[in-house]
């Protein structure tokens, strides 16, 4: 199963809601993350499994984007995992996004 998953920063800024991971019927060939896009700072997903996937687009799970120092405990989908705190947040510039799950879908 994978997750419902929403962006939320103190400065305010809000991410729509988003999946994580994968459903019954495409986890064999798909694992959905949250990236956020060079081009507009949007959150977006980004199917990390695509055979193209846009390069625009960088992953959450890229080390780039989360600040190293925090000790938070990820979420997981198989052998991905997504820092649910100390991210890169678009609206202020800082690392304070955070990654709340909302729940699950198939």
Sequence with gaps: MGEIIKATCG???QSKELKF???MADFEHSRTVPAISMTTAEIVELDIL???PNSQWVPYTDPR???QNCTCTPLQAFDTFLP???NYCPGCHQFRLRF???GLYD
Excluded: P, R
Aim: hydrophobic share 30%; with cysteine.
């Design 11 to 13: 400065c305010g800024y």
């Design 50 to 52: 695509a055979k193209s």
């Design 84 to 86: 649910t705190a100390g």
């Design 21 to 23: 991971g994968a459903g």
């Design 100 to 102: 709340e799950s909302l």
């Design 65 to 67: 984007l989360h600040d």
